[in-house]
């Protein structure tokens, strides 16, 4: 659903330029030859859009609990996977997970701006966002506006954070996280869970969930995320690469 929403966003906003274009000049080559046509273009791409954005959000249940992601998530609206496999032990994968720094996941620092320009500006607060360079990304991230949720060694790692939609005092400790759920917040939580494969291999996931506490607060991050789903697949997928690198490589030292 969310794949479909998020590629309906774009089709759309890429008619609405097209409109636009053909509205300036009319681009014969594509027969279109006036600008009301092109008008015509943009209101349809409008109206795709919008019609992505009003889709209802999907609920999901986790049946059967078997990672510490599916314990503090059991219920969730919005979510992505991604694996890959590493030809390094579970130990040294495990190791290179909480290494990994922005700057070795590629165009991190560039789809985080294309998110929030502002954080490019000097002097922002390290975040996330705004990662310091040679610094561990996941440090970096419990220090500011995530939180550890669990750890099992050579097994999982899951942070939280809340996404939306009002101001929130940052939950202290995993407990309060789970017991944040009163209307008008969107809490999420990211995995990284490591398989031993055999044979010198480790699979490794990573998966975000996104579970909104009132259908309004699903609404509204439902709008944030059809918009930049492409970008964060991108981030995760290129995240795991950075992770399969350095754990070949046995660079697994901050």
Known sequence: MEIVASTLVYVGLLAMLAGLVNVV?????????????GALIMAAGALAVLAAMALPARAHHAASP???????????????????RVHASP???????????????????????IRNPTRAWKGQRASILAPPPNQPLLDVAVRSTFLSLAEVPQR????????????????????????????????????????DEGGGWTRVTTETRVHGTDPVAQRRF??????????????????????????????TGA
Request: hydrophobic letters at 45%.
């Open 25 to 37: 000049r009319p681009l014969r080559f594509l027969r279109v030859r006036r600008r009301r046509t």
């Open 66 to 84: 078997a990672t510490q992601l599916d314990a503090f998530f059991p219920d969730w609206e919005f979510a992505e996977r991604h694996t890959t």
């Open 91 to 113: 130990e040294r994968t495990y190791r290179a997970i909480h290494a990994v720094t922005a700057d070795e996941i590629l165009f991190f620092r560039t789809l985080i701006w």
């Open 156 to 195: 999982e790692v899951l942070v939280g954070t809340v996404v939306c939609c009002g101001r929130v005092r940052r939950p202290g400790t995993p407990e309060a996280f789970s017991a944040l759920t009163q209307p008008g917040f969107a809490k999420a939580g990211m995995n990284f869970v490591l398989q």
């Open 222 to 251: 439902a709008r944030y995320w059809r918009v930049i789903y492409p970008g964060s697949a991108l981030i995760r997928r290129a995240w795991l690469r950075a992770i399969k690198a350095r754990a070949e490589a046995g660079t």
